[in-house]
């Protein structure tokens, strides 16, 4: 039975001496989402949303990250490279630790929380997390943090995944998720199902996408119909293939907004309303199968992206049920 939640809390929303004029990102777009929830479905929202108590802690984060990788997130001059905004090299590491990565690791947590609450409610959105580059033993592409990694093994920590039990990744984001691939790479319990513009960041990174069991590249520029097509024909025969060995227990939904079409950094043509039939194609895909499901939302670099998320969130609610 499915029972969709929610997780929010107000701490994930970044705000720094105007950070969101220096990245493409909506660093608020998190409470923008909720916000336009919250008028849609009133208290009934609330009932259904779940909030972390308190970030995650750097013993949590030592499941998955190197120690010397957390510790050269005090140095100024890389956390500057890894989130892509060169005026933080400028700024104490200190200052961007409390205004940028704290917002990142309380999204980290909601990630955590949404898996645990998931494995009993079948469907949970986390409004932030799907930090998809960034690796074990690094950080790029304003991604610190691999949440995605972190939930799973999470589950298996607290035996709600077994040793044996395996885990599907569905990345819909427009960059291919190469950090998940890097915490993953030698795990084949993790199966990873990766659609991407093939000529974007992270493109040099070979060795990701060698990590890849179904490998679904588009062109630059892939037109909505060519490439829900892509999703079509390629994602039920993946889930049928894997789902015969009867011991996949669970899914991660990377539902990166922004292959929507005008976004500076996706390349692809994807309309708003196939942004929400590609979202409502794998969740059912998922679902229907049985596989307890989070859903992070990853890229997206408009002011429509908020709206986007939403839409999913509300579709979700609509089918499945609030009350």
Request: glycine content about 8%; proline content about 5%.
């Amino acid at each position: 039975m499915v029972r969709p939640h929610l997780v929010y809390h107000r701490r994930y929303n970044i705000g720094f001496f105007g950070l969101e004029r220096w990245h493409p990102f909506d660093t608020r777009k998190y409470g923008r989402a909720y916000a336009e929830l919250r008028q849609r479905f009133g208290s009934r929202l609330r009932r259904r949303t779940l909030r972390p108590a308190r970030p995650i802690t750097r013993d949590a984060l030592l499941w998955v990250h190197a120690a010397s990788y957390l510790a050269r997130l005090n140095d100024r001059q890389y956390l500057a490279g890894a989130l892509e905004v060169p005026q933080l090299q400028h700024v104490p590491a200190q200052l961007t630790d409390w205004f940028v990565l704290r917002p990142m690791r309380w999204a980290t947590a909601g990630t955590i929380l949404a898996a645990r609450t998931a494995m009993q409610h079948g469907l949970v959105i986390n409004l932030s997390g799907g930090y998809h580059h960034a690796g074990p033993d690094r950080g790029e592409g304003f991604c610190i943090y691999s949440d995605i990694a972190l939930a799973v093994h999470a589950l298996r920590r607290d035996g709600l995944l077994g040793d044996a039990d395996r885990v599907v990744y569905v990345d819909c984001d427009a960059h291919q998720g190469n950090g998940v691939c890097h915490a993953f790479f030698n795990d084949p319990r993790v199966l990873i199902f990766d659609l991407y513009n093939r000529a974007i960041y992270p493109a040099h990174d070979a060795k990701a996408k060698r990590r890849i069991d179904c490998d679904v590249p588009v062109s630059p520029n892939c037109h909505e119909a060519d490439y829900l097509a892509a999703l079509r024909s390629k994602l039920p025969t993946f889930l049928d293939a894997i789902m015969r060995t009867g011991d996949v227990r669970f899914a991660i939904y990377n539902a990166g907004a922004d292959v929507l079409r005008g976004d500076p950094l996706g390349g692809l043509s994807v309309s708003g309303a196939g942004v929400l039939e590609r979202d409502q194609f794998v969740l059912r895909q998922l679902l229907d199968r049985a596989l307890p499901t989070i859903m992070l939302p990853s890229g997206g670099y408009t002011r429509q992206s908020f709206q986007l998320i939403s839409a999913t969130v509300s579709w979700a609610f609509e089918t499945w049920g609030i009350d």
